[in-house]
């Protein structure tokens, strides 16, 4: 097991913070799942059907990720959250 040190200041600066280490086995690598590929596109659909580039800075999650960036000292406006550049 891993041994994860937290600086003093980080944790200052982010009450809260949380880390998670997980360990997986079994995966299976492929090109292509056919299954999943049809499981992102029904994915796509609903995201593009819910939400707009104006409307999704608003999304909670992705809130919380564009307060963190701000935090951080970078523009999420310049520099965008991979969640929100994948439209």
Do not use: C
Request: glycine share 4%.
């Amino acid at each position: 097991m891993s041994r994860i040190i937290i600086l003093e200041e980080i944790l200052h600066s982010f009450p809260g913070l949380a880390i998670d280490t997980r360990e997986v086995r079994g995966v299976h690598v492929s090109e292509v799942n056919p299954f999943l590929e049809e499981y992102k596109e029904t994915v796509y659909r609903e995201v593009r059907q819910n939400y707009s580039l104006d409307t999704v800075k608003d999304v909670s999650a992705f809130r919380k990720y564009r307060d963190f960036f701000w935090k951080i000292g970078l523009d999420p406006t310049k520099v965008r959250p991979a969640s929100e550049a994948l439209g």
